[in-house]
C-alpha cells in the first residue's frame, strides 16, 4: 500500500490483544520507553471473543499505575480496527506518534539515560 | 479461600521510602487467585516501583519471588539463603502469610502490601464475596447451607428480623436478607419444619470474641 508511517515504533506481534499482560506494556515504559499503544480487532469481532475486551481493560489497568507512578496514564492507548484497515492502523500511528511528542519523553526514559551517562 | 484487595500503590511507595533493597514476595495461594498478590501482581508492583523511585533519582533494588504459600514453615524457608540481601520484605500474602514471615525473619522489616479482607468465594472473576466468619461451630447443617453469622448483618440466629424486606436487608438493597436465603432454600428441600426448632443462644467462645485460637491435633502431630 506504500502507506507513510512513522518509523520510531517496534511492533510486537501477538496472535490475540487478549495476550498483552499488564506487565509487557509496564515492562515497556519501565525500559523507557515514551508510549504503547494496542492494536486490536474491532471490538464485537474478537475470534477468541473477548481478547480485546480484556486488552482494554488492560490498559486501564496500566494508564492508571502509570497515573499514580508519575509517567502519566496518557501514554498508554487502544485502538480498534479490522485486519483489512491497514491505512487506520498507518493513521492511528501517526496519531500516536503525534501524541507522543507533544507529551514529551516519557520521565522514567530521562532517569534512565541520566543514570547511564552518571555511571 | 481467604480474599485480600490490593493496597494502594501510592500507600505502598510511602511504606517502602526507608529501605533500598526491597524483596516483593508473592504468594502463589489464595491472594492468586483473588488476584491481589500472585505472581502477577508482584511482578506489576515491582515494576511500578521501580518506575516510580528510578524518577526521584533513587538507587532501590526491587527483587522478586513468590512462594508457594507464606504460611507453611517449608516454603518460608526457601528464601532463608537470600534473606541478608534484603532491607525489607514487602510481602504480599495475607496477613498471615505477613505475620508467619514476621515470626519467622524477626530481624527483617515486613511491609504489608495487600489489605486482608474476609473468607469467601469467587462469584466471577473480580468479584467476591463473604462466605464464612470463621465462628469455630458451624451451623450450617441447621440453616440449608446459608450462613447467618457472615451473610447476616446481624448475625441473628432465628431471623429474619424485621429489616428484611422483598428479600432485601436493610443495610443495603444490593444485599440479600440471609434469612431470606434459608427460608426459600428449607422450602425447596422441604425441609421447612426445621425452621420452627428455636436455635438456642449461640456459643461464641470459639470464635474471635474468645481471644486468638489455635486447632491442636495431636492424632496428626509428629
Same mark, same amino acid.
Not at chain 1, 16 to 21: A, I, L, R
Not at chain 1, 102 to 108: C, E, R, Y
Not at chain 2, 1 to 11: G, N, Q, S, W
Not at chain 2, 37 to 44: L, R, T
Given at each position: 500500500?506504500?502507506?507513510?508511517?512513522?518509523?520510531?515504533?517496534?511492533?510486537?506481534?501477538?496472535?490475540?490483544?487478549?495476550?498483552?499482560?499488564?506487565?509487557?506494556?509496564?515492562?515497556?515504559?519501565?525500559?523507557?520507553?515514551?508510549?504503547?499503544?494496542?492494536?486490536?480487532?474491532?471490538?464485537?469481532?474478537?475470534?477468541?471473543?473477548?481478547?480485546?475486551?480484556?486488552?482494554?481493560?488492560?490498559?486501564?489497568?496500566?494508564?492508571?499505575?502509570?497515573?499514580?507512578?508519575?509517567?502519566?496514564?496518557?501514554?498508554?492507548?487502544?485502538?480498534?480496527?479490522?485486519?483489512?484497515?491497514?491505512?487506520?492502523?498507518?493513521?492511528?500511528?501517526?496519531?500516536?506518534?503525534?501524541?507522543?511528542?507533544?507529551?514529551?519523553?516519557?520521565?522514567?526514559?530521562?532517569a534512565?539515560?541520566?543514570q547511564?551517562?552518571?555511571a | 479461600?481467604?480474599?485480600?484487595?490490593?493496597?494502594?500503590?501510592?500507600?505502598i511507595i510511602e511504606t517502602v521510602k526507608p529501605y533500598d533493597r526491597i524483596l516483593v514476595l508473592?504468594?502463589?495461594?489464595?491472594?492468586?487467585?483473588?488476584?491481589?498478590?500472585?505472581?502477577?501482581?508482584?511482578?506489576?508492583l515491582a515494576?511500578?516501583l521501580r518506575m516510580h523511585f528510578i524518577q526521584q533519582g533513587s538507587k532501590k533494588n526491587f527483587d522478586e519471588?513468590?512462594?508457594?504459600?507464606?504460611?507453611?514453615?517449608?516454603?518460608?524457608?526457601?528464601?532463608?539463603?537470600i534473606m541478608d540481601n534484603y532491607d525489607a520484605v514487602l510481602?504480599?500474602?495475607?496477613?498471615?502469610?505477613?505475620?508467619?514471615?514476621?515470626?519467622?525473619?524477626?530481624t527483617t522489616p515486613l511491609i504489608?502490601?495487600?489489605?486482608?479482607?474476609?473468607?469467601?468465594?469467587?462469584?466471577?472473576?473480580?468479584?467476591?464475596?463473604?462466605?464464612?466468619?470463621?465462628?469455630?461451630?458451624?451451623?450450617?447443617?441447621?440453616?440449608?447451607?446459608?450462613?447467618?453469622?457472615?451473610?447476616?448483618?446481624?448475625?441473628?440466629?432465628?431471623?429474619?428480623?424485621?429489616?428484611?424486606?422483598?428479600?432485601?436487608? !436493610? *443495610?443495603?438493597?444490593?444485599?440479600?436478607?440471609?434469612?431470606?436465603?434459608?427460608?426459600?432454600?428449607? /422450602?425447596?428441600?422441604? +425441609?421447612? #419444619?426445621?425452621? !420452627? *426448632?428455636?436455635?438456642?443462644?449461640?456459643?461464641?467462645?470459639?470464635?474471635?470474641?474468645?481471644?486468638? /485460637?489455635?486447632?491442636? +491435633?495431636? #492424632?496428626?502431630?509428629?
Open positions: 500500500m506504500r502507506l507513510k508511517c512513522p518509523t520510531n515504533f517496534r511492533i510486537i506481534r501477538l496472535p490475540c490483544t487478549g495476550k498483552v499482560d499488564v506487565i509487557h506494556m509496564l515492562r515497556a515504559f519501565e525500559k523507557g520507553a515514551d508510549g504503547v499503544f494496542v492494536v486490536g480487532c474491532m471490538e464485537g469481532d474478537c475470534h477468541f471473543k473477548t481478547g480485546n475486551f480484556r486488552a482494554r481493560k488492560r490498559v486501564e489497568q496500566v494508564a492508571a499505575i502509570l497515573d499514580t507512578v508519575g509517567v502519566g496514564g496518557e501514554r498508554v492507548r487502544m485502538y480498534n480496527l479490522s485486519s483489512g484497515e491497514g491505512p487506520l492502523f498507518a493513521q492511528y500511528a501517526i496519531e500516536m506518534d503525534a501524541h507522543i511528542r507533544a507529551l514529551g519523553p516519557s520521565p522514567v526514559g530521562t534512565l539515560k541520566a547511564m551517562t552518571a | 479461600m481467604i480474599v485480600a484487595d490490593k493496597k494502594p500503590i501510592e500507600e508473592g504468594c502463589n495461594e489464595c491472594v492468586t487467585v483473588c488476584e491481589a498478590g500472585g505472581k502477577k501482581e508482584v511482578e506489576v515494576s511500578a519471588r513468590t512462594l508457594e504459600r507464606q504460611c507453611d514453615h517449608e516454603y518460608l524457608e526457601e528464601i532463608r539463603d510481602s504480599l500474602a495475607c496477613g498471615v502469610g505477613v505475620q508467619f514471615m514476621a515470626e519467622k525473619y524477626h504489608p502490601g495487600v489489605n486482608t479482607c474476609f473468607l469467601g468465594a469467587t462469584e466471577k472473576r473480580g468479584l467476591w464475596t463473604e462466605r464464612c466468619q470463621a465462628c469455630g461451630s458451624c451451623v450450617l447443617a441447621h440453616t440449608a447451607g446459608i450462613c447467618p453469622i457472615s451473610r447476616c448483618a446481624k448475625r441473628v440466629m432465628n431471623g429474619p428480623c424485621g429489616g428484611s424486606t422483598g428479600g432485601k436487608c !436493610e *443495610i443495603n438493597k444490593d444485599v440479600d436478607c440471609a434469612w431470606q436465603l434459608i427460608i426459600d432454600r428449607l /422450602r425447596d428441600l422441604d +425441609r421447612m #419444619d426445621e425452621y !420452627e *426448632i428455636v436455635t438456642p443462644i449461640k456459643d461464641w467462645s470459639t470464635e474471635r470474641a474468645g481471644g486468638p /485460637r489455635t486447632v491442636a +491435633r495431636e #492424632d496428626v502431630q509428629v
